[in-house]
Nanobody, 115 residues
Framework: QVQPVESGGGLVQPGGSLRLSCAAS????????MGWYRQAPGKQRDLVAL???????TYVDSVKGRFTISRDNAKNTVYLQMNSLKPEDTAVYYC?????????WGKGTLVTVSS
């Protein structure tokens, strides 16, 4: 079992920045892809960004150029630096961890972008 735990959400004004962190604990060997999904009120959970163990990244088009995903393999932690935030970025952000053939989810952290 892998337990991802997110931190760093909160309220920010449009144009502001936040940095999310997710630390994975438990059976952390063989963790490969880590990433972030988000779910806005009344909508489905969607991909935001992924990063492999070798550093290859994938972003949804709506966050390209504004968000940056990174990871510290020694700490089994993935980060999401979010800049130029927009009201439409408001959502619960979920950490996603792939270990072998299993996927694990964090409980989520709320990001609210509002003036």
């Amino acid at each position: 079992q892998v337990q991802p735990v997110e931190s760093g959400g909160g309220l920010v004004q449009p144009g502001g920045s936040l940095r999310l962190s997710c630390a994975a604990s438990g059976s952390i060997f063989r963790i490969n892809t880590m990433g972030w999904y988000r779910q806005a009120p009344g909508k489905q959970r969607d991909l935001v960004a992924l990063i492999t163990s070798t550093g290859s990244t994938t972003y949804v088009d709506s966050v390209k150029g504004r968000f940056t995903i990174s990871r510290d393999n020694a700490k089994n932690t993935v980060y999401l630096q979010m800049n130029s935030l927009k009201p439409e970025d408001t959502a619960v952000y979920y950490c996603y961890v792939v270990r072998g053939s299993m996927n694990y989810w964090g409980k989520g952290t709320l990001v609210t972008v509002s003036s």
